[in-house]
């Protein structure tokens, strides 16, 4: 399991059960013909994402899913980093307003806290990291990072997406994510460039 040569796996487990997140990177991993399968298909217990940095969270996901199914898995873990506010919410995007906090609650706390912050000042970006684990104990797990340069708007935008969306603008095309098509953010996005990389880990490029 060290070594051994890498190609993309025919079938993989998407250790997430966010819909948002299943659906960009079913179509992304579709067009280079992985199947991929929910890990809601298997027995797969609920983890805590108790890592501090992006990367420790995904490779938890990765490997209690790779667990649970018996399948090598990808998981994703991603989130906004606001300069103005040292990175935050970071990896505690998903709770940044509270445990159960929604996306409602999670952007109505952003913006609060940019509140006043001139538009020069909202930079930030959205980051994904990436594991792929081939098995539970593989030794040499796969870390791909993706990172998506924006700034948070003033006020929501666009009904398309999920999370954090409505508030990010894509400052080369004038709109936010939520404004885009599917198709046009899996092209642009944070998990679509550390996917990329993944590939080209995957196929040796
Ligand atoms: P995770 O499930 O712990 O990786 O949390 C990811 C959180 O980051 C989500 O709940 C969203 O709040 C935010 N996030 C990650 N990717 C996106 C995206 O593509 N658009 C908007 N928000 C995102």
């Given at each position: 399991m060290g070594s051994g040569r890498r190609t993309l796996p025919p079938r993989v487990v998407l250790a997430t059960g966010n819909q948002g997140k299943v659906r960009e990177l079913s179509a992304l991993l579709?067009?280079?013909?992985?199947e991929v399968v929910s890990q809601s298909a298997f027995d797969v217990p609920p983890v805590e994402e108790t890592g501090e940095t992006f990367a420790e969270n995904?490779?938890?996901?990765?490997?209690a899913a790779a667990l649970g199914s018996g399948l090598p898995a990808?998981?994703?873990d991603s989130g906004l980093t606001v300069d103005a506010l040292g990175g935050a919410p970071g990896v505690r995007s998903a709770r940044f307003a509270g445990d159960?906090?929604?996306?409602a609650d999670n952007n109505a706390l952003l913006l609060a806290r940019l509140a006043g912050v001139p538009a020069s000042e909202r930079g930030g970006a959205f980051v994904?990291?990436?594991?792929?684990l081939?098995?539970?104990?593989?030794p040499l797990?796969?870390?791909?990072?993706?990172l998506w340069r924006g700034a948070v708007l003033e006020a929501p935008r666009g009904e398309g997406g999920f999370g954090y969306d409505p508030l990010f603008l894509v400052p080369s095309l004038g709109r936010s994510v939520a404004e885009?098509?599917?198709a046009e953010k899996n092209t642009l996005s944070h998990r679509a460039r550390a996917l990329g990389a993944l590939r080209a880990r995957l196929l040796g490029r």
């Open positions: 579709g067009r280079w013909g992985v995904a490779l938890i996901k990765a490997r990808i998981a994703d159960a906090a929604t996306d994904c990291v990436l594991a792929m081939r098995a539970a104990d593989d797990p796969i870390l791909c990072e993706g885009l098509a599917p």
